[in-house]
């Protein structure tokens, strides 16, 4: 089983801030079976990045997706109010698929 | 726009057979391509993939849940379902249906129903 690790755990920062997530996975992971997801409480996950780096449906531009092999980010350019939230990484290309265990934007 | 809701019992008394169904809306579950899965959420933590099916009635489990986990799929109703059987606390969660098209990851969720197991 593929693991994937997020960093950090918790990220503090204010609106207009830029943030850079981290997923750091066990082994390689193919480049087009990573995808990230927001969730907000009470809430179910959004799509936001998938095959690494393409946004989803109605995904605004300031969220944008890179890396390959086993480390992959997330970065948000300006963060926007809404953006607060938990962040997860998932892999979907080996069985069984695996999650991050999220990390958490909040508002500095 | 595809829907997908999920219905079943909020609790669950331990040993007992943990079934929900999740009915999709908007769009055919017959249509190919698509891998209809469960996640699950434990109370305040991460993610857990509990399995998937296809349309053809293929599945595919978590080994660690692999010898008590069943989906399976009704396309007349356009439905499908998830049992996991001798239930403990453990398995008290937010059990999530959704919808996973291949490369483009899983892109449609249902709300999520909390099941929560307790004598």
């Known amino acids: 089983e593929i693991v994937l690790t997020q960093s950090p755990g918790t990220l503090s920062l204010s609106p207009g801030e830029r943030a850079t997530l981290s997923c750091r996975a066990s082994q390689s992971v193919s480049i087009s079976y990573l995808a990230w997801y927001q969730q907000k409480p009470g809430q179910a996950p959004r799509l936001l990045i998938y095959g690494a780096s393409s946004r989803a449906t109605g995904i605004p531009d300031r969220f944008s997706g890179s890396g390959s092999g086993t480390d992959f980010t997330l970065t948000i350019s300006r963060l926007e109010p809404e953006d607060f939230a938990v962040y997860y990484c998932?892999?979907?290309?080996?069985?069984?698929?695996?999650f991050g265990q999220g990390t958490k934007v909040e508002i500095k | 726009q595809v829907q997908l809701q999920e219905s079943g019992p909020g609790l669950v008394k331990p040993s007992q057979t943990l079934s929900l169904t999740c009915t999709v809306s908007?769009?055919?579950?017959?249509?190919?391509?698509?891998?209809w899965s469960w996640i699950r959420q434990h109370p305040g933590k991460g993610l857990e993939w509990i399995g998937y099916?296809?349309?053809?009635?293929?599945?595919y489990y978590n080994p660690s849940l692999k010898s008590r986990v069943t989906i399976s799929i009704d396309t007349s109703k356009n439905q499908f379902s998830l049992k996991v059987s001798s239930v403990t606390a453990a398995d008290t969660a937010v059990y999530y249906c959704a919808r996973e098209k291949g490369v483009g990851a899983t892109d449609y969720w249902g709300q999520g129903t909390l099941v929560t197991v307790s004598s």
């Open positions: 998932q892999q979907y290309g080996s069985s069984p698929e695996t």
């Open positions: 099916i296809n349309y053809s009635g293929s599945t």
């Open positions: 908007g769009g055919s579950i017959s249509s190919g391509g698509y891998y």
